[in-house]
Each structure stands twice: as structure tokens, then as C-alpha cells.
């Protein structure tokens, strides 16, 4: 008897690298994400090691400018599905255009246009923090 | 070979075949074994591209409409070949099927307060189309398929191609099928079955169907010796895209879009003054013929398609977005045109097959012209004439149809199943018929002949276009029966490139083209037969319809390889047939 | 309460990380000493907690992935030309596919180039047909409704998920007058451009993606339509418009890389109808999503909603379900008009 076969080559964590042909922006929000988490372990404990034992002074603030920048995609799209789970779906949504056509009166609100700014202001405050942080 | 059996096998998963599912397993309360086998994926079938809508008299008294008035206006669409008792069915069973389908979750249109919307459509007198956004039988696949996952009963056979029918005494046993993705063949025992497959218009090259329209069903029943009812007539649709033939609904006429010449005039004016663009079909894929061919069309730049312009730049543009998406969104995509803004190219397209497997007004297939109708085998849609559209369908008829007879066939073969002491499958005979049935096919990979079959079925596609189109004539149509005679005996010596089990899809074109060519011969044939000119069949030389010749229904069977014709009645029950004028 | 402990660990975590970098950064820029040992503790906790919760939530829940196929390109040039056979065309113009089949036997993507002449208009699924009927018969692909509807055609321009049928040859080629094939490598692959179902068809239905009234009889018998607003329906609306094509789930970087995952079409239509205001399964329908394999997998990378032909956008299905969630989850019973 024959059965049928498929052959399946998900599973793997280089499969990311699908992403950068057709959304790059994906790529570097999970890739920076997946580095942060492995990264983070490292992080905490040299935190409790400089308070505990004052090791490793000098590279605290480098290390908070590292997961400063690592976690930064990760912020953005947090404040883009704040914005778009406020405002119904419509706010950072990719909805059927026709769909959004009959919806106008929604996307004409003042209210509405706040919240489309809100994650770009956030990340302007967000980088010029880290400059002054630096420059400090 | 696997054996498997059930009670009720149904064949084709669009509207009709899921819809039958359903009724039969609620009314069976979930006790008898159904399978529902497809080619495709259950959810791809051609029923997901209906576009306008599902026509019932919802709320007559609000709207001066009525059952009547719905019937009256099929029978007249139908130029009187309709089978009046079944268009009384279908209209007293629509609106029903309005509201089935509602609680099942189809997101149909709906007015300021909050009422089923519904539209004008093309001879209907009234506006009895409901309609959700011009993707109805999107989403009546959708509520439908996502109903049928709920029962634990229905089992599903996704990408099954059913090769033959196993028949024995006039009594149906079940079908064997092969396994498209795995190859393996499957013998499956039925002590009913439901044949629901759709219509074949991809005989035709330029069509508003899908691929897989190749009215596989409608074969296997013509094989296996039961008769076939009116297939020449093929409804061609007035608005189908240039060059592609993707279709553009009706509903864009019935929002109150013009047809327009080369010379910008709405030429309707001359062939249904009052119906204009809303005449049926037949009346406006033959005025758009005569305007091109009378040189008052226009010549697409690329493909070099005559056709003639829709015009929906006057409607308001939000109207277009919450009714007519989809088609905005194919026009932008195809052509780069928003109908917003430009007139869109269109042409006739072959697009509903108005014939099919004969039965009778409770769905059950007849064993011969004028029967007895079989006990165990029922036919639910296009694929099956009862007949409500006679020679010419009504736009959103069909969708009525489907939902209707899949209902009473559901029903009926439930019922058939749950009596006492039905006569079971006849195993033995099922599995000889089986291990011939795979020697065949496997006799067919093995071909190696010189003619290429996918020539062979697109010289048999230019031939019908030519030849059986919106006009024919005497000369065109012995010629086209001349050249499918020719294609059939080189259809003897193919080759199949692929020899392999594993998705073969090149096998099952082969078998598609196979059922292809037999339709177009007995298409052919009745076409030749009728001296008349009846809806969609317009004979160049005798324009005039003649009733008291051939106001009768055209029956083919297959009598040892031949196409044997026959005719039977129609049922006439208040309606007596008068002039045709729109 | 319990299923969502993992989910609020995450999510907090997320939100904690940032909040103590930004409040390190302002202490220090104004030389608030006495804010950076308890600051940088609270940093260090979150963390550690970032990087477990989330740990265990990414690489922990991929039980279950057996038999990674690992491919290498294996290449069979074979350059075959194609008859054109669009009579009365004006422009044409010869293109070359580099299709990349997936042999079964083989088990490997082979690189296959056919030579097609296409106009204006040609869609990637007309010229592979044209392929398949004049050149090379063997090449399997999946198609039936031409219009973007049916959702058979889906596979890979480019590296991009598409649909054959709505793709426009000409606007889609790269240099060298060269356009590259390939099947959905999101999904098993059973041959050529062909790949397999069933793993989305059960994912499907683990969301009950069907209307559930209380009252079973009367919805069959429907005597009255469901009183229902045009506000109502679009509240549900765009996301009915998914015809299950698997676009999404092959753009979707969490299910290549954990196939466990239920993957944007299910989640999306799970909710449907729980926005459906017809639907009376209610709470029940929150908790079938409520684990780390259906809704918290999702990362919100948003290439879902870029790949979906329809515009279902199911990435802001699943961030508005997760939000119903976890509303659940904390505040309690969903309320009955939602």
C-alpha cells in the first residue's frame, strides 16, 4: 500500500534567513530578539557580580548600551500592537484595503492619528535617551 | 488497493456536495458513515468563485414580491424549457436556504436595520438577490466547509480523483478512486451516493471556470450508461475579463453599471429596451457578438480579443468598495485599470453548463429517459438537469440550486439510508470491477504513443470556441463534430510523461481531457439535433424558437461507444410559453 | 489562572527590561547615585527573568519536531524551451524560470530551467502550465480557480510567498531576464511545487473555526435571521476573507523555525468567530487558544499580514486575541455582549 510522504524542513533556527527575502524588518526584530535572550543570562549575572562583588565596573555600560540596542525592535513592535489593540485593528494593521476604504470614518479620528505617531515618538524619545546616556 | 466502506459516498465538495453532507448527517442524527471524496481540496472547489449572489423571496411583502412572481421570472429566463414543478421547488425552497445559511455564520450584506440587503439582478423583476460583498460563494464555502468540519461522521477524501462509477443492475455500489498525492488506489463501497461535481466548461478555451471544471461527474455518469439531459446548452457570460476571462459579475451591472459600444453608446437599448444591461445572459452575450461582429467593438492592444467596455465610473466609489471588492481588486491586479476611474474590457466567456446528468424533481438520477429513477443514486447542482434553468440560467439561480437540491438529495438519501432492509453493495462484484478498473489505469501511465494530450485538448477548446459558441451555425458545428471525431482517435495514441505514483498530475489530466472530449462530442451532438433557437442555443439559421417542435428536452445516452439521442416532455404546470421580449 | 503564568512572565519581562534601562539611563545622565545598585538589581531580576521565560517559551516548546529534512541544493540543469503560443500578441518577450522542484526520490530541491515566452499579462501560473503542457509534463503543480480565490496556487516567487495565479511575470523578474521558483518551504513538500495540508487542515480545526449556538436545533432549522449590525460584521469581517491558502504560515518565522506552532491562519480564524457576535461558544474558544503553542508562540514579526492575498491580517488577529486572553485570564468570565 502506498502512503503519502511529505518531507518537512521546518524545525530549524537557521530558517530565519528565509525572512530577510521578502521582510527584512521581521528578520531583525526576531534575530535581535533571539540574541538578547541568550545574551541576557550573561548580562544579569554580571549585574549581581559588580554589585555583589564589584567585578566587571567597567563594562557595565557597555553592556547596557548592548541590550539597549538588542532590545529596541522589540520595543517598537510592542508600542506598534499597544497602538493597534487600542484602536480595534486598524492602527499598524495591513487589513483589505477595500475593507479600510468603508472604514474611513474610524481612521479620521483624531484620536486615531495619535496613536499611529505614538510608537515613532516613542522610539525618537527611546534613541535620544541612549545618545545623552552615552555622551554622559 | 485499499478497500473502505460507508453508507453514503458523495462525489465533489462544492456547495451542493457539502450541503447534502450537512442535511444528511443532522438528519440521520449523526449515525450513518458519509464520505465526501474531491479532487481538490475540499475547500477549493469552483463554487468559491461565485461572485453575485443567492436569489429568494425574503421579505415579499415588503418588496411587492413573490414565489410566483421568482417563478415566473426562471421559467421566462429559461425560454419555457424549464420543468415548471421543479422551478416551484426551488423557489418555495430559496429563502429558507437565505437563512440556513445565515446561522451558519455567512456574513450576507444587510440594510440600515439590519435586514439580508438584496439586489437587482438580470431577469428578475424584482431585487431578490442576497449577497455578501460580491464573494458570496466564498463565503458560503467557507461557513459550509467549517459546518461539515463539526461532524464526526463526515470524513473527508482531499485530493481523490474518482476514475469510474461501479454500477451493477441499475444499482449504484460505490467508486474507485486513486489517491492523487500518494497514488494509491482506493476501492470505496457506498450503499448511496450523491454526485456533485459541477459543471464543464473548460471545454471551451476562453471560460469563466477553473481548471478544474472538467465535468468529471457528469462523464463517469454518461459512461457508466446513464443518460444526459440538454448539454448543448453552455450559458456564456456577457462580462468576463479580456484577456484573462476571470469573471466579472453581474452584481456590477446590478449595482447599475453600462455596457458600452466603440462608439460609447449603451447599446442594450437596441435588444432589451426595457431591461437594458439586466436582460438574461443569453440576450446580452449575443448583443455583444453582433456589436463586434457589426464592427462596433473594440480590439484589445495585447491578446487581440475583440469585446466592448463596462462602465462602473459613475457609481459612487464607496458603493464599488463595500459591494464589488473583489473585482476592483482583480481589475488592479490583471490590468492595472480601477474601475473607479476606467471602463473595463469584456467579452462573453462559456460559464455555466445548463445540462447534466438527468434526474427527477427529488434529485435521483433516472436510469433512462424517462426512467425509473435509480434507487440508490442521487445528483445535486450543476452537474445534475432536474431542470430549473432549462435553456438559459437567471444569474443567482444557481447558487439557489446548489443549496436547494442539496438539501432535498442530503435529505433523501439520509432518509433512503436509515429504512430497514436495503439491499447492501455488492462486494465481490465492486472488487472484480476494481482490479480491472486499476489495470486500466495503469495501462494508461504506460502509454507512449506520439500525440501530445495537452494539444489534443487545446485543438478540442479552440474547436468549441469557434464552432459551439454564442452563435453557431449548421456548417461550424458539422465541422466541429468532424474535428472531435479526428481528436478521439488520436486521443487513442498519447503519451504520459510522468510515470510516477507520487502526485501525478499529468495522469489525471489525461483522464480530465478523456471526460473532456466525451462531453464535447454529446455538446456537439444536441446541438446538431436542435433545428431551433432556444436561450443559450442560437442557431445562425433559424433564429426563431419553435415550440411546437422542440419544446422538449434532449436526452444522450451511450449506447455501445455511440451518442444515441432521445427526447422527453417538459413540464408545463401554470406558465404557457409566450414571447420572449425583455 | 495557571495556563497564563508563562505569558505574563514573558510579557512583563518585555516591558520590564526597557523601563529599568530607560529609568538607569535618566538616573544616570542626572547622576542620581543612590538609584544605581537598586536599579541595576532590578535589571539584573528582569533579566534573568527575559531570558527564561522567553528561553523556555522559544526553544523549550519544540517538542515534537521529528525528522528535520536538511537540504542541499542539488542542481539538474536541464534549459528547455517553450513554444509561445499567445496568437496576435504584440510583445513578447523570452524568460527563463529557474524552477527548484522538490524530488521525492531524492529528497533534495532540484534546480530545473525552462526557457517560456510570456506578454504583458502572463501570470506565473499560466507560464508554468504552458510549461507543463509543452515541455516537461512531469512538473506538478497545484491550481484550479485562476482568480486568487480558491488559494491552491500558493508557492514561492522570488523567495517571496505568492499565489501563481495573481503574480505578474514580467514585474517579478530579476536581472538577466531570470525569475526563481520554489515550493512552500513553510509547509512538508511532497513534490515539485506541491506541498502537503494536512498538518495545516488539523491546526485549523484545533480552534473550532465554526459558529456554535446553544441552541443546536434552532440552528438548523433557522426559522428568524440572527439580528446582526453592519457594526457588528465589521467587527469579524476582514478576517472571514481568508481562503486558506498557507501564505502565511510560510512567511511566518516562528512556524519555520517551530512547525508546533499553530501558525497566523488558525489563530486568525479562531477569532473570527470569536468576534462574530452570532458565536455564543464565548470563554471556551479563549481557552482553547490560551497555551505557548497557539496564540503566545506568535512574536508579532508581522510578515503574515504582508504575504496574506486577501488582506486578512492576521497578525492584528492574533495581538486583538491575545489581548482577549489575557483579559480573560485576569478579570474573569467574558462578558456576553463582548
Known amino acids: 500500500m502506498l502512503e503519502k510522504e511529505s518531507f518537512d524542513v521546518r524545525g530549524r533556527e537557521m530558517n530565519l534567513l528565509k525572512t530577510l527575502n521578502y521582510d527584512k524588518e521581521a528578520f531583525l526584530h526576531l534575530a535581535s530578539f533571539r540574541v538578547l535572550i541568550v545574551l541576557s543570562i550573561f548580562m544579569s549575572a554580571m549585574f549581581f557580580a559588580n554589585i555583589l562583588f564589584g567585578l566587571f565596573g567597567g563594562y557595565i555600560k557597555a553592556a547596557i548600551v548592548l541590550a539597549w540596542l538588542l532590545i529596541t525592535p522589540q520595543l517598537y513592535e510592542v508600542m506598534k500592537a499597544f497602538s493597534l489593540i487600542t484602536s480595534g485593528g486598524f492602527a499598524f494593521g495591513k487589513m483589505n484595503k477595500s475593507f479600510l476604504d468603508l472604514m474611513r470614518e474610524k481612521t479620521n479620528k483624531l484620536s486615531y492619528k495619535v496613536l499611529v505617531a505614538l510608537p515613532a515618538i516613542g522610539i525618537i524619545i527611546w534613541i535620544a535617551v541612549l545618545a545623552a546616556f552615552i555622551a554622559v | 488497493m485499499e478497500t473502505l466502506k460507508y453508507d453514503l459516498i458523495i462525489l465533489g465538495s462544492g456547495l451542493a456536495g457539502l450541503s447534502a453532507a450537512i442535511h444528511a448527517s443532522t438528519i440521520s442524527k449523526g449515525k450513518i458513515k458519509i464520505a465526501i471524496v474531491t479532487k481538490l481540496h475540499a475547500m477549493r472547489s469552483h463554487s468559491v468563485s461565485a461572485e453575485g449572489g443567492l436569489s429568494g423571496v425574503l421579505y415579499g411583502k415588503d418588496n411587492k414580491d413573490s414565489l410566483t412572481l421568482h417563478a415566473y421570472d426562471t421559467i421566462k429566463g429559461s425560454d419555457y424549457l424549464a420543468d415548471q414543478d421543479a422551478v416551484e421547488v426551488l423557489v418555495n425552497g430559496a429563502p429558507q436556504e437565505i437563512k440556513f445559511y445565515e446561522h451558519l455564520g455567512v456574513p450576507w450584506n444587510r440594510t440600515e436595520d439590519n435586514k439580508i440587503s438584496q439586489r437587482p439582478f438580470g431577469g428578475m423583476t424584482i431585487p431578490r438577490t442576497a449577497f455578501a460583498a460580491d464573494k458570496t460563494g466564498f463565503f458560503l464555502m467557507r461557513a459550509l466547509y467549517d459546518t461539515v468540519l463539526k461532524s464526526e461522521n463526515i470524513d473527508i477524501f482531499h485530493e481523490h480523483y474518482a476514475t469510474s462509477l461501479i454500477m451493477d443492475k441499475n444499482r449504484f455500489n460505490g467508486m474507485f478512486t486513486m489517491d492523487i498525492a500518494s497514488g494509491e488506489k482506493k476501492l470505496l463501497l457506498g450503499n448511496a451516493g450523491i454526485i456533485a461535481t459541477g459543471g464543464a466548461a473548460r471545454t471551451y478555451k476562453l471560460t469563466t471556470t477553473a481548471y478544474s471544471s472538467t465535468g468529471d461527474g457528469i462523464a463517469l455518469a454518461y459512461r457508466a450508461g446513464l443518460p444526459l439531459k440538454n448539454m448543448e446548452f453552455v450559458q456564456f457570460h456577457p462580462t468576463s475579463l479580456v484577456p484573462t476571462g476571470v469573471l466579472i459579475t453581474e452584481a456590477a451591472r446590478g449595482e447599475g453599471g453600462y455596457l458600452l459600444n466603440s462608439k460609447g453608446e449603451r447599446f442594450m437599448s437596441a435588444y432589451a429596451p426595457s431591461k437594458m444591461e439586466l436582460a438574461p445572459r443569453d440576450i446580452i452575450s449575443r448583443a455583444i457578438i453582433t456589436e463586434i461582429e457589426a464592427g462596433r467593438g473594440l480590439v484589445h492592444e495585447e491578446s487581440g480579443m475583440s469585446h466592448v467596455l463596462l462602465d462602473l465610473t459613475h457609481l459612487d466609489h464607496k458603493k464599488i468598495s463595500e459591494k464589488l471588492p473583489m473585482i476592483k481588486e482583480i481589475c488592479i491586479k490583471t490590468l492595472g485599470l480601477d474601475p473607479d476611474n476606467d471602463p473595463i474590457p469584456v467579452r462573453p466567456a462559456a460559464h455555466f453548463t445548463m445540462g447534466g446528468i438527468h434526474s427527477n424533481i427529488n434529485g435521483q438520477v433516472m436510469s433512462g429517459p424517462s426512467g425509473p429513477a435509480m434507487a440508490n443514486l442521487w445528483t445535486a447542482g450543476e452537474c445534475g438537469c432536474v431542470s430549473v434553468h432549462g435553456a438559459n440560467r437567471l444569474g443567482s439561480n444557481s447558487l439557489s440550486q446548489c443549496s436547494v437540491w442539496g438539501r432535498i438529495t442530503g435529505i433523501g438519501a439520509a432518509t433512503y439510508l436509515m429504512k430497514k432492509d436495503i439491499s447492501k453493495y455488492d462486494e465481490s462484484f465492486s472488487m472484480k470491477f476494481a482490479q480491472g478498473e486499476e489495470e486500466r489505469i495503469n495501462g494508461i501511465l504506460e502509454f507512449d504513443g506520439k500525440n501530445n494530450p495537452y494539444d489534443i485538448r487545446e485543438s478540442m477548446q479552440e474547436t468549441m470556441d469557434l464552432n459551439m459558441g454564442v452563435y453557431r451555425d449548421r456548417i461550424g458545428m458539422a465541422k466541429a463534430k468532424k474535428e472531435l471525431q479526428v481528436l478521439q482517435e488520436k486521443f487513442k495514441d498519447i503519451y504520459v510523461e510522468d510515470k510516477n505514483d507520487v502526485y501525478n498530475t499529468n495522469l489525471r489530466d489525461v483522464l480530465e481531457i478523456g471526460n473532456l472530449l466525451d462531453l464535447s462530442q454529446v455538446i456537439a451532438e444536441g446541438a446538431i439535433a436542435r433545428n431551433e433557437s432556444r436561450g443559450s442555443h442560437a442557431l445562425r439559421e433559424n433564429p426563431k424558437r419553435d415550440d411546437k417542435n422542440w419544446m422538449k428536452h434532449t436526452i444522450a445516452m451511450n449506447i455501445n461507444g455511440k451518442i444515441q439521442l432521445s427526447y422527453a416532455n417538459v413540464k408545463v404546470t401554470k406558465w404557457q410559453p409566450e414571447e420572449r421580449k425583455y | ?338
Open chain 3, 1 to 338: 489562572m495557571k495556563k497564563s503564568i508563562l505569558p505574563i512572565l514573558t510579557y512583563s519581562s518585555i516591558i520590564a527590561v526597557p523601563l529599568f534601562l530607560f529609568i538607569y539611563a535618566i538616573s544616570y545622565i542626572f547622576a542620581a547615585a543612590y538609584m544605581y545598585v537598586p536599579i541595576q538589581a532590578l535589571l539584573g531580576i528582569s533579566l534573568a527573568i527575559f531570558c527564561i521565560s522567553n528561553g523556555i517559551e522559544l526553544f523549550v516548546y519544540k517538542t515534537g519536531t521529528k525528522n528535520v529534512l536538511r537540504l542541499s541544493r542539488h542542481e539538474v540543469d536541464q534549459t528547455k524551451s517553450t513554444i509561445s503560443h499567445l496568437v496576435g500578441s504584440k510583445s513578447t518577450k523570452t524568460i527563463t524560470f529557474n524552477v527548484k522542484r522538490f524530488n521525492n526520490k531524492e529528497k533534495q530541491l532540484e534546480l530545473h530551467k525552462y526557457k517560456v515566452q510570456v506578454d504583458k499579462f502572463t501570470s506565473v501560473l499560466t507560464a508554468l502550465l504552458k510549461v507543463k503542457s509543452h515541455s516537461d509534463s512531469t512538473l506538478s503543480i497545484r491550481c484550479s480557480c485562476n482568480m486568487g480565490i480558491c488559494g491552491s496556487c500558493g508557492m514561492e516567487v522570488n523567495g517571496k510567498p505568492v499565489l501563481a495565479c495573481e503574480t505578474n511575470v514580467l514585474k517579478n523578474v530579476k536581472e538577466g531576464d531570470e525569475i526563481e521558483i520554489s515550493p512552500m518551504t513553510g509547509h512538508p513538500m511532497v513534490k515539485d511545487l506541491v506541498t502537503d495540508f494536512d498538518d495545516f487542515f488539523s491546526k485549523h480545526i484545533s480552534v473550532a473555526p465554526y459558529l456554535e449556538r446553544k441552541n443546536k436545533e434552532e440552528q438548523y432549522n433557522a426559522k428568524e435571521i440572527y439580528n446582526q449590525s453592519n457594526d457588528d460584521i465589521s467587527k469579524f469581517l476582514p478576517y472571514s476573507y481568508c481562503i486558506m491558502c498557507g501564505l502565511c504560515l510560510d512567511a511566518c518565522p516562528v512556524v519555520n523555525t517551530n512547525p508546533q506552532f499553530a501558525g497566523p491562519q488558525a489563530l486568525s480564524q479562531g477569532y473570527r468567530y470569536y468576534a462574530d457576535s452570532r458565536d455564543q461558544m464565548g470563554e471556551a474558544r479563549l481557552e482553547l487558544v490560551n497555551a505557548p503553542e497557539m496564540v503566545w508562540g506568535c512574536e508579532f514579526a508581522g510578515a503574515c499580514s504582508d504575504a496574506c492575498p486577501k488582506g486578512v491580517d492576521p497578525a492584528g488577529a492574533i495581538q486583538l486575541l491575545k489581548f482577549e486572553v489575557m483579559k480573560n485570564s485576569l478579570v474573569g468570565n467574558a462578558p456576553d455582549n463582548k
